[in-house]
């Protein structure tokens, strides 16, 4: 079962890798994946806490707590499984940026992105169609960029949406 879904995986990835035009949509990946870069997150809830009221501190106070446990939960993951990047495994793909690191499943940036849109989701309902579609930008553009396979960014979003939840229980 692992090695079809392996397949799968692969040939999925391959076919995004050859998308038209990849002098139009790698620097538009570049720019999305950089939106998912860990520091946005802290500043926007922290300003989201000072302008938004009771909302924006529950806010603030379920993103921590959802961070603390997807964290630890991602490097975990991460470093038992053990799944090379494609990049370092598919002998003809070239990462389009650096790695943070040397393995794939699940994809942090794909959590994170999850996770922030989950609470601005909740927090902020009119807000959820555009946070759910970038966050699913930035897990695609991972995959666009060498660096991940589509099934690590369902890991990662499947994390990411956990950790948010928990987030959410826990500051109720």
């Known amino acids: 079962m692992w090695q079809r879904m392996d397949q799968l995986d692969r040939g999925v990835f391959t076919t995004l890798q050859r998308l038209p035009a990849p002098g139009l949509w790698r620097p538009l990946a570049r720019g999305v994946s950089l939106s998912g ?12 806490a000072e302008v938004g009221g009771l909302r924006g501190q529950q806010f603030l106070m379920a ?15 991460k470093n038992t499984l053990r799944r090379g990047r494609p990049c370092h495994s598919m002998g003809d793909v070239i ?50 960029l060498g660096v991940h396979y589509p099934g690590d960014i369902l890991a990662g979003a499947s994390l990411g949406l956990w950790a948010a939840h928990m987030g959410l229980y826990w500051v109720r």
Do not use: N
């Not at 870069?37 to 989201?48: K, N, P, Q, R, S």
């Open 95 to 144: 990462a389009i940026v650096v790695p943070h690191d040397k393995f794939s499943l699940p994809s942090g940036h794909s959590a994170a992105a999850f996770l922030f849109a989950t609470l601005l989701a909740w927090y902020w309902p009119p807000l959820a169609p555009v946070a759910y579609a970038w966050a699913t930008l930035v897990g695609l553009s991972r995959v666009l």
């Open 37 to 48: 870069d860990g520091a946005g997150y802290l500043l926007v809830a922290l300003l989201l």
């Open 63 to 77: 993103g921590l707590v959802a961070y603390a446990l997807e964290l630890p939960l991602y490097w975990l993951l």
